[in-house]
């Protein structure tokens, strides 16, 4: 099963509105990172936020961190329409493994 | 600063041939990691080379083999290949440790046919 799982699965927007994504894990966590992946090329990174963290930052993206309840958020404020694209949340687990492991996605459609 | 690069872009194999695929990493970063994400999917871990030496591996059988040079780009090799193999394949470099950023190349798009 995944350990990561992104919702919603779809997500449709006005250009200017905000899209919120969502991410939930199954085990404890050294890290999460978010990725954008546009038409099935590569992944391009957005924000690590550690498990110590909380909130970050990074120009329009916010995501939040809450590790009591094993979930992440991704908000993207005054969407436009290049922001159009899947959403990857992928973790790396605190037993001492290296890889990351990734959700499904969340396929964001944002209209002009 | 060239980022992952990735090559070939684009393949296409027969079934029951070998395959190469060749990335390198970001400036700085020494840890190579390789994934395959099938379409509508999320990427799947291979493995990650890491001083030339496969430091873990996902499941993947050993059709899936993998090699780290000195100066720390990687190949990855598929023999045998299956139709299910059809996917694109994701390269990540990483500095080490556990709380590096990953980043990715473009991809390679293999289509076995």
């Known amino acids: 099963s995944q350990q990561g799982e992104e919702d919603p699965q779809a997500l449709s927007i006005q250009e200017g509105e905000n899209a919120t994504m969502n991410c939930s894990y199954k085990?404890?966590?050294?890290?999460l990172q978010w990725y954008r992946q546009n038409s099935g090329r590569g992944l391009v990174h957005l924000i690590l936020?550690?498990?110590?963290?909380r909130e970050k930052h990074s120009g329009r993206l916010r995501v939040t961190l809450d590790t009591s309840k094993k979930s992440s958020s991704l908000l993207i404020t005054a969407s436009r329409a290049a922001d159009t694209a899947s959403y990857f949340c992928a973790t790396v687990i605190t037993s001492g493994t290296y890889k990351y492991i990734f959700g499904t996605g969340t396929r964001l459609k944002v209209l002009a | 600063d060239a980022g992952v690069t990735q090559s070939p872009t684009h393949l296409i194999k027969t079934r029951g041939q070998q395959v190469t695929l060749r990335c390198s990493p970001k400036s700085g970063h020494d840890t190579v990691s390789w994934y395959q994400q099938a379409l509508g999917q999320g990427p799947q871990f291979i493995f990650q080379y890491y001083e030339e030496e496969e430091r873990q591996r996902g499941n993947f059988p050993d059709r899936f083999s993998g090699h780290q040079f000195p100066n720390y780009s990687s190949e990855l090799n598929v023999n045998a290949l299956l139709l299910g193999d059809s996917a694109l394949y994701l390269c990540?470099?990483?500095?080490?440790?556990?709380?590096?950023?990953?980043?990715f190349g473009q991809g390679t798009r293999l289509t076995v046919v």
């Open positions: 936020i550690r498990s110590n963290e």
């Open positions: 085990t404890s966590i050294n890290n």
């Open positions: 990540a470099s990483s500095g080490d440790g556990f709380n590096t950023e990953a980043f």
